[in-house]
């Protein structure tokens, strides 16, 4: 069994390098996130026999709440200013939707089916909300032109 000491090291060196990716950290939370709202949604529409929309908003609500505190607390590690911060948060969310509805239009426009606009718009949205909260939602401070956490932001 002293065979599979260095391979576990290994592999908890694997992971904890990949973890240090912020990009990594925002896929893991938004995948949450989703998962959170399909499950939530399921229990209280289905199981809990809610009005369909009600219950689609309930989780919804519950989703994006996980969604923003694992973003800013765990993947972009920001610190206060929450005041500022959820407002953006909520206004990428919303920018996020348009740009996924407008690849997914665009796409169907040029004679494309609805079943491979979806993986496009899956793959392109979430760079495009990734970018959104890195440099607006949760930017860090700047002080003479460097950045507070230089070895976070090579990495991410």
Sequence with gaps: MTGLVPA?????????????????RFG????????CYALLGLLFVNAWAMPLL???????LISFAV????????TFQARGGHRAMLPR??????MGLGCNSCIIWLLVRLGLGYELAMPAAVVLTPVFVYLLCKYWVFRRARSLGVSANASEDIRA
């Design 54 to 60: 009600a219950g689609n908003a309930l989780a919804y």
């Design 8 to 24: 576990w090291e290994d592999l908890r060196r694997f992971a904890r390098n990949l973890l240090a990716r912020r990009w990594i």
């Design 89 to 94: 948060f909520a206004a990428t969310q919303a």
């Design 28 to 35: 893991l939370v938004g995948g949450a996130a989703t998962l």
């Design 67 to 74: 969604s923003y505190l694992g973003q800013s607390l765990w």
